[in-house]
């Protein structure tokens, strides 16, 4: 079988690429092309495009790429449109696939969109444009399918694929032995992003509340997974701002480092439910472009904006937001959290339960789904 993909960004290569271990099992000579990452190459997908061409921070970032973008969205519908997929899978990055899904829909190509975009967040009026674009949604989290198919949309609770992959008992132990770190280390990840424009918004202040934590506990060690690409950018910025802290930077080991560490300072996104799925405590903090925050923010519907908070529909975990993510307070929360134990362990518990919930054997239910529409398509 030949499939079509499309992955924008280090998350979406990420969900992509455990997709396609399932696909593989059930069809073990399938073929799969599109734009996508490292995680998806290594399970044999061709890349046409690297999925960091779609990596875009905010709309003033998008307005600035905005020619680029749509000429490779416009030159992949041809091809696609040209020799046809039995199947095409948008993996998130909305904004880019489903107009792409609802010209190859037009066409006859069957369109699965993987990752209901957050219309129960903000820009609810997406809704109506999934029902003109895709055939199917595989979705994420369990209330999602309900929203959808009161809008016409047909979908499927499929659970989240870092529940699978993530073990409920983290690797503590091991991971601190694979990055030299002592079992009575206290450790600080730190993960500003994996996207150059979260890298330029968001990386100076977590590394300036890095050299405040360094000044007031200087037993602390600090880990910085680095994205694929983006070492040369990060390393003058951790010079520049977090003086003599001893960062250790890796390439990639993202998993390993959260494992490992006892709290994260982490950027708002999909690393943050890889945190909770690892149980770790966390303080998250994100700024944008000043045009692009006052766009998002009149556009949402929720309270919070982090994963983990949105899913516990309470605030768990602080959210330090564009002004509010400053230095002081980022490494105050951080504190917060290593002088309070029994605030961390009620806070573990309430990770396990959500990591239960999640855990749903994806790539199976994901490939079971596909199937049907196929099916019902034959």
Same mark, same amino acid.
């Given at each position: ?111 699965? !969109? ?126 520049? !701002? ?112 959500? !990591? ?23």
């Amino acid at each position: 079988m030949r499939l079509a993909m499309v992955a924008g960004e280090a998350s979406g290569d990420l969900l992509a690429g455990l997709l396609l271990g399932g696909l593989h099992e059930r069809w073990p000579a399938l073929a799969a092309a599109g734009i996508g990452g490292p995680k998806m190459a290594a399970r044999g997908f061709e890349a046409w495009w690297p999925s960091d061409k779609l990596a875009v921070h905010g709309y003033a970032d998008a307005l600035r790429h905005y020619r680029e973008i749509k000429g490779i969205r416009d030159r992949l519908g041809d091809r696609l449109l040209a020799e046809p997929p039995a199947v095409f899978v948008g993996v998130d990055a909305p904004d880019f696939n489903l107009g792409l899904e609802k010209r190859l829909k037009a066409a006859g190509i069957p369109s699965v !969109h993987f990752v209901c975009p957050s219309i129960w967040a903000w820009r609810g009026g997406r809704a109506k444009k999934m029902a003109a674009s895709c055939d199917h949604v595989l979705c994420l989290f369990p209330f999602e399918p309900e929203l959808l198919q009161r809008h016409g949309v047909a979908a499927t609770y499929v659970g989240h694929p870092l529940a699978d992959a993530i073990p409920i008992e983290p690797p503590r132990a091991a991971a601190r032995a694979a990055l030299g770190l002592g079992e009575g280390d206290p450790v600080v990840a730190v993960l500003p992003g994996s996207r150059r424009g979260e890298i330029e918004h968001i990386a100076p202040a977590f590394l300036q509340a890095v050299e405040r934590l360094h000044r007031q506990r200087p037993e602390l060690r600090f880990l910085l997974p680095v994205a694929p690409g983006l070492r040369a950018m990060v390393e003058p910025l951790v010079a520049a !701002h977090a003086g003599d802290a001893p960062i250790q930077l890796l390439d990639g080991r993202s998993h390993e480092v959260l494992a490992a560490c006892d709290v994260t300072l982490i950027a708002s996104g999909t690393a943050t439910l890889e945190a909770a799925l690892f149980k770790r405590p966390m303080v998250i903090g994100y700024r944008m472009a000043w045009l692009s925050w006052q766009l998002m923010r009149r556009m949402g519907y929720l309270p919070w904006v982090g994963l983990p908070n949105i899913l516990a529909r309470d605030f768990v975990v602080p959210e330090l937001l564009q002004d509010r993510c400053e230095p002081e307070a980022l490494a105050r929360e951080t504190l917060a959290w290593l002088d309070d134990a029994p605030r961390a362990r009620a806070l573990q518990a309430r990770f396990l339960d959500l !990591h239960h919930l999640l855990k749903r054997d994806t790539a199976r239910r994901a490939t079971d789904a596909l199937a049907q529409v196929l099916e019902s398509r034959s």
